[in-house]
């Protein structure tokens, strides 16, 4: 069974967000071709592997096949290119967009007239515009007439039980009626959910933004609460659980050690670079940038008072960090505050020993209870289900003497009980 008229589908980038894509586009019945810079991954997907590791694709690989590509010039068979490549920030921050611009100079090079081109990757408003179109424009294409563009921001989120690529709704945005039509088409046969057209390109760019910097400050505002509330004594987390009775306009976020991942620290300096270009200063979204880093030095700090309570000091303290993941159950590094915490601790000269079960090539250790025997205090940077599930008195056999819970995700008031000096974020 082929797709919607018979379209091959060719997905330019097979990481968590393409790989997905690529997948369900095949099991609704498109004939699917995958392009990847990564022989490793390619060799991966040919041997039916789950590369990605999420659960729910497990039922429908094995039921469909995804044609490699291997010689970019087989995209030129294929009438919907779909790029889903990352979009980082470089170390000050700044916007790279080198990977959206190759992705689309392979694909204007090896265009097929007429096709369709989307964009997944998260950008900021412009960048369809000021850097796509041209490239499709200068190989010789007419947008709109032999090309169409149109921008969906993909919304994967990693380790999901519940909302996948199958079922978020999504958000279309082109440069003229018949690219939008033809994207939204497309998403409509794949995606059992709402699929909402936007007025133009440039809206469907900001969405993406807009959604993620709208998480980056309500993170930022529980930060800073958590480090007046601890002025003042007072549990953050139960004032915020209090605050989330209100049935209306309120919605929980949480304070941690730090705001890691490919999306909310990194999208926010999307928008905020673009305004700088129209000299328009996004002041509130650089400070709720500037609180959501400064929590892992806090974190530090944190560490540092609890040990003086027992007469320690960083130098010549044995600290355990346990986990290295930006995110709770995943082996995911990107811009994690816990590789933030580690680097502060080596400055100020601890002896560590880390821990995290996802990813073992950070850890210096082979197990939870390795780290625990040979650590005196305890920086908890993850909240993998297997550090949020050890018993409170395991840490007081194990003598433990200071926890500083960087993702309030141990029971405060059984660690204390342990005569364990305990600090969370906020609590
Ligand atoms: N974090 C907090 N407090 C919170 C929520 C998160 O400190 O209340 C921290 C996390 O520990 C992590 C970072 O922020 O270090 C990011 O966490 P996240 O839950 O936002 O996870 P991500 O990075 O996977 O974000 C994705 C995003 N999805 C897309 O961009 C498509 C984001 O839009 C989602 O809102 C988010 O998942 C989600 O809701 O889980």
Same mark, same amino acid.
């Given at each position: 069974m082929k797709g919607k008229n018979n379209q091959k589908v060719c997905v330019i980038g097979l990481g968590y967000v393409g790989f997905p894509l690529a997948v369900l586009c095949a099991a609704k019945g498109y004939e699917v071709f995958g392009y990847d810079k990564d022989e490793e991954k390619l060799k991966r997907i040919e041997k039916g592997e789950n590369i990605v590791g999420e659960e729910y694709l497990n039922e429908m690989i094995p039921k469909v096949k995804i044609n490699v *590509? !291997?010689?970019?010039?087989? *995209? !030129?068979?294929?009438d919907i290119n779909i790029i889903a490549v990352p979009t980082p920030v470089d170390k000050k921050y700044f916007p790279d967009l080198r990977f959206v611009a190759s992705a689309s100079e392979t694909v204007a090079k090896n265009l097929k007239p007429g096709a369709l081109v989307i964009v997944e990757s998260t950008i900021n408003p412009g960048v369809c515009d000021e850097v796509v179109k041209p490239i499709f424009e200068k190989a010789g294409y007419s947008v709109g007439k032999n090309v169409f563009i149109a921008h969906c921001p993909e919304r994967i989120n990693p380790?999901?039980?519940?909302?996948?690529v199958t079922n978020i709704p999504r958000v279309v945005g082109s440069f003229e009626e018949k690219g939008l039509a033809r994207a939204l088409e497309f998403y409509r046969s794949i995606i059992f959910a709402e699929i909402m057209p936007m007025k133009s390109i440039f809206e469907a760019e900001a969405t993406k933004i807009m959604e993620n910097s709208f998480r980056d400050i309500n993170i930022a505002f529980v930060n800073e609460l958590a480090k007046s509330f601890n002025l003042m004594g007072i549990d953050v987390t139960n004032v915020i659980r209090g605050a989330a009775t209100k049935p209306f306009a309120f919605m929980a976020h949480w304070p941690s050690c730090g705001v890691g991942g490919h999306c909310i620290p990194v999208d926010p300096y999307y928008l905020i670079e673009k305004a700088k270009e129209l000299n328009f200063d996004h002041k509130f979204l650089r400070v709720a940038r500037e609180i959501n880093n400064s929590m892992p030095l806090y974190t530090v700090e944190l560490l540092q008072d609890a040990l003086n309570l027992v007469g320690?000091?960083?130098?010549?303290s044995v600290i355990g960090v346990l986990g290295v993941s930006y995110k709770a159950n995943v082996g995911d590094l990107r811009e994690s505050p816990a590789l933030k915490i580690i680097e502060l601790l080596e400055e100020r000269k601890a002896l560590l020993h880390i821990f995290d079960p996802y990813v073992p090539g950070k850890s210096?250790?082979?197990?939870v209870d390795e780290l625990l025997e040979k650590s005196e205090a305890l920086i908890i940077a993850t909240n993998h289900k297997e550090f949020s599930d050890i018993p409170p008195e395991k840490f007081k056999e194990r003598g433990?003497?200071?926890?500083?819970d960087g993702k309030n995700c141990l029971d405060k008031e059984k660690i204390l009980e342990q005569g364990i000096i305990y600090r969370g974020i906020g609590r």
């Open positions: *590509i !291997r010689d970019e010039s087989e *995209i !030129r068979n294929c380790g999901d039980p519940q909302w996948n320690k000091a960083y130098k010549g210096t250790l082979k197990s433990i003497k200071v926890i500083i």
